[in-house]
């Protein structure tokens, strides 16, 4: 089992809808959360990080964290065309200086 | 003002051969990182410092060599470049010791192995 998965897509939505990416960890240790968004050929950005289980929001992005079942997700409202990217899950381990990426979700947004 | 840089941006070799990547960065963060991108777009740790401290090394041929030469700086030797090498190599860095800081990415060196 690998260690943090996501569907690697492409998630196609429409322009305004919402777009919901998951991403599942396997190590229970896991504390820290992090959204990265990757256009083509460039670095990944920080979009979002949480630590605490519920829902964290910034702007158009929610971040949703639920430790029990060992998910995270992004929803992405009002998505836009400049929203289309690869979308990269990261998780830190307690104790550890070590993040672990998952292979990353494709977006597209539909004009 | 950028935060993570690297150099060179593009490095197209020949195999067996030997090259650096630098990289800097001045947002005063004391951990640093390099990753591996392949052409899947999985992005793998490959080495990570704190404070000149060598913390994360893992499974990597041992043709692959960081230097650290202070907290804002880590260089990446590759020796004897083979054609699996060919990636996106980027640079990273975040602050403190504590795990739930956020990385900030270099915009990545780009290597291809003729």
């Known amino acids: 089992q690998k260690e943090v998965e996501q569907n690697s897509g492409p998630l196609s939505v429409p322009e305004g809808a919402i777009a919901s990416l998951n991403c599942t960890y396997s190590d229970r240790g896991s504390q820290s959360f992090f959204w990265y968004r990757q256009y083509s050929g460039k670095s990944p950005e920080l979009i979002m990080f949480?630590?605490?289980?519920g829902d964290k929001e910034d702007g158009r992005f929610t971040a949703q964290l639920n430790k029990a079942s060992q998910y995270v997700s992004l929803l992405i409202r009002d998505s836009q065309p400049s929203d289309s990217a690869t979308y990269l899950c990261a998780v830190n381990v307690l104790g550890t200086y070590k993040y672990i990426f998952g292979t990353g979700t494709r977006l597209k947004v539909l004009a | 003002d950028t935060a993570v840089s690297q150099t060179p941006k593009y490095l197209v070799t020949q195999m067996g051969n030997d090259k650096s990547i630098k990289c800097e960065q001045n947002?005063?963060?004391?951990?640093m990182y390099w990753y591996k991108q392949d052409s899947k777009k999985f992005l793998k740790i490959m080495f990570s410092y704190n404070n000149k401290e060598l913390i994360i090394n893992e499974t990597v041929p041992n043709r692959f060599s960081p230097k650290s030469p202070d907290k804002a700086h880590l260089n990446l030797h590759i020796n004897s470049l083979e054609l699996g090498d060919s990636a996106v190599y980027f640079c990273?860095?975040?602050?403190?010791?504590?795990?739930?800081?956020?990385?900030?990415f270099g915009d990545g060196t780009r290597l291809s192995i003729l």
């Open positions: 947002l005063g963060h004391d951990t």
């Open positions: 990273a860095s975040s602050q403190g010791a504590s795990s739930n800081q956020p990385q900030h």
């Open positions: 949480i630590y605490s289980n």
